[in-house]
């Protein structure tokens, strides 16, 4: 049976858009209805079942991402299945965050290096932190060279992060930040982090600090349309559902994020069974 593309996606959008109340329908109700395209997205090693237990476990162990629209929570997870990414888990590679009652779809540092990785075009591609007492030196211009040589036992924080590429083809690049850049960046974007409290650069630092500098030389890489427009959903709200999430533009939205140590929970999914990871606090 031929099935019209446009008929699919207007149905498709049609049910998101349809209030959750005015029905009586939960969120793990349109979890379920949605399964069919959710299948149709997701990449063959990566079961409709596994993907739904997932994305319903973290909205049990998040109750902020109830409150959100559904439109945006279920573009959201669309978002995650089409890129082949798993939410909320401990991979790291991709996360549904509540943004006021909106949902927003973050990418992962783990995610970010899948994303790479698929295109068949890298060869290696990653980010490492610099201690004090280690032996790092980088120049950029005519004669770029990066030399970092771990220090056996690493001392204080780090104070550099860099993220290098080497291509299949020979060609390579990189990208230094110095730890104040990187909480400059922090301080910018993520309010909950800057006014003190509970978020994932305070949970996780290492990980945020490594996405801030991979995301700042993937903006220079040499990269297809499809890895540039992959790479586009990061940190978006969409409210629409299509085939093709990238086609989508993403809404402007108020408020922001809601970064609480409660909202952020990684799930592990193995052999049919659920276990809640929550980060560890800093204190």
């Known amino acids: 049976m031929t099935v019209n593309q446009n008929d699919l996606k207007n149905k498709l959008a049609e049910k998101v858009k349809t209030p959750v109340a005015k029905k009586g ?5 349109l979890i379920r209805e949605m399964e069919p395209a959710i299948k149709k997205a997701l990449p063959k090693q990566i079961s409709v079942d596994r993907f739904s237990r997932i994305v319903m476990t973290a909205v049990r162990t998040n109750p902020k991402l109830q409150t959100c629209t559904s439109e945006s929570f279920l573009a959201a997870m669309m978002q995650s299945a089409q890129l082949g990414l798993e939410p909320n888990t401990p991979l790291g590679q991709a996360y549904l965050i509540p943004y006021g009652k909106e949902v927003q779809f973050q990418l992962g540092y783990q995610g970010m290096l899948a994303l790479a990785y698929r295109t068949g075009e890298y060869k290696s591609i990653y980010a490492m932190p610099v201690y004090k007492n280690d032996k790092f030196e980088y120049e950029y211009g005519l004669n770029e060279r990066l030399v970092h040589v771990p220090a056996p036992k690493p001392e204080g924080e780090p104070i550099y992060y860099y993220a290098v590429y080497h291509l299949k083809n020979g060609g390579y690049g990189f990208v230094v930040m110095s730890r104040e850049q990187i909480e400059q960046h922090r301080d910018k974007y993520s309010q909950a982090a800057k006014q003190g409290r509970n978020s994932p650069w305070n949970t996780d630092f290492d990980a945020m600090a490594k996405k801030t500098v991979l995301k700042q030389l993937l903006k220079y890489a040499p990269k297809s349309a499809e890895f540039a427009a992959a790479l586009s959903a990061d940190e978006t709200v969409k409210k629409e559902i299509a085939e093709d999430m ?13 970064e609480d140590e409660e909202d952020v929970h990684y799930v592990e999914v193995q052999d049919g069974t659920q276990q809640e990871i929550k980060p560890e606090s800093d204190s």
Do not use: L, M, R, Y
């Open 25 to 29: 329908k939960t969120i793990f109700d």
């Open 246 to 258: 990238t086609e989508i533009p993403p809404i402007e939205v108020t408020g922001e994020i809601i």
